[in-house]
């Protein structure tokens, strides 16, 4: 579902935790909470960080000691502002003891076993929490943008490469270099048992040339990261506005931002998502 097919219900008496609910429920906002495990876990982290907001999106279960349809959660998605910090969670271990889980990529990448963090004490969580939830910092998100450029490059590069290699092997079986040379006349041969093929292999070819040369840039590191946060421009190089940001890297991210994800633009780059661009030129 859409963001927009969703509402948040703050629970606990505090504006910063919430469950996220889908919009056309028949229950009211008094049937959801959170379980009587995560209460003080979530109590004593939001009133330790007011700017952070919980929102409870999974983990639904209805208490055995009620009646009636009470639906709380134990799994809350931790933010600040536009950045997800993490997620916390609940659950009881072999000893049926209530055990706190804090979990990130940042927590995840420290540890030899398992994915998160966890006590059974719940102010030990609470400092863990504190502790390893925090922003994105530049060097992780310039990591995450290249583990995602490297993947649409590849994308790109192979679908771009691959659908000419597949017409010209069914336009005259690899015979593509006579083909190039002489497209006038081969054209008007090929047409006959391929029409669409010749119809589309021009563009395909600028395409394809494009991507070539757009990966070389890339692979050889011709150019410049840049990834998109709230207003401010992220590089290797350093964080930037509209107005610090060179102008060749801010010409070039607005001519990528015209076209779609996992697309090249002769000389210019590519776009990688809705936020990533890889622009051709270095930062001085």
């Known amino acids: 579902m859409a963001s927009s097919d969703y509402?948040?219900?703050?629970?606990?008496?505090?504006?910063?935790?919430?469950?996220?609910?889908?919009?056309?429920?028949?229950?009211?906002?008094?049937?959801?909470?959170?379980t009587a495990e995560m209460t003080p876990y979530l109590l004593a982290l939001a009133t330790k960080k007011p700017n952070w907001r919980f929102v409870g999106v999974q983990g639904w279960h209805i208490p055995h000691d009620e009646v009636g349809k009470t639906y709380e959660a134990y799994k809350f998605n931790v933010w600040e502002g536009k950045s997800k910090l993490g997620k916390i969670y609940t659950?009881?271990?072999?000893?049926?003891?209530?055990?706190?889980?804090?979990?990130?990529?940042?927590?995840?990448?420290?540890?030899?076993?398992?994915?998160?963090?966890?006590?059974?004490?719940?102010?030990?969580?609470?400092?863990?929490?504190?502790?390893?939830?925090?922003?994105?910092?530049?060097?992780e998100i310039m990591a995450s943008a290249r583990s995602k450029s490297q993947g649409v490059m590849q994308d790109i590069y192979g679908d771009k490469v691959r659908g000419v290699d597949n017409r010209m092997q069914r336009i005259l079986k690899g015979l593509e270099s006579y083909v190039i040379d002489n497209w006038e006349t081969m054209s008007v041969i090929a047409a006959?048992?391929?029409?669409?093929?010749?119809?589309?292999?021009?563009?395909?070819?600028?395409?394809?040339?494009?991507?070539?040369?757009?990966?070389?840039?890339?692979?050889?590191?011709?150019?410049?990261?840049?990834?998109?946060?709230?207003?401010e421009y992220v590089t290797a190089h350093g964080t930037y506005t509209t107005d610090t940001l060179p102008v060749h890297i801010k010409q070039g991210v607005g001519m990528l931002k015209l076209v779609d994800a996992g697309q090249c633009v002769r000389d210019v780059g590519f776009r990688v998502d809705v936020d990533t661009f890889f622009v051709i030129g270095v930062i001085q």
Do not use: W
């Open 7 to 34: 509402k948040d219900v703050a629970i606990l008496e505090m504006p910063n935790i919430v469950v996220r609910i889908e919009i056309d429920t028949k229950l009211p906002d008094a049937n959801f909470g959170a």
């Open 91 to 139: 659950d009881r271990g072999r000893a049926r003891k209530t055990t706190y889980y804090a979990e990130n990529s940042r927590i995840t990448q420290k540890r030899d076993r398992g994915s998160a963090m966890f006590t059974t004490n719940v102010a030990k969580a609470v400092k863990n929490v504190c502790k390893e939830f925090y922003p994105a910092t530049t060097t």
């Open 192 to 231: 006959k048992n391929c029409p669409k093929d010749v119809s589309e292999l021009p563009l395909a070819l600028e395409e394809k040339y494009i991507a070539v040369d757009v990966k070389d840039a890339f692979d050889n590191s011709r150019g410049t990261l840049v990834s998109l946060h709230g207003s």
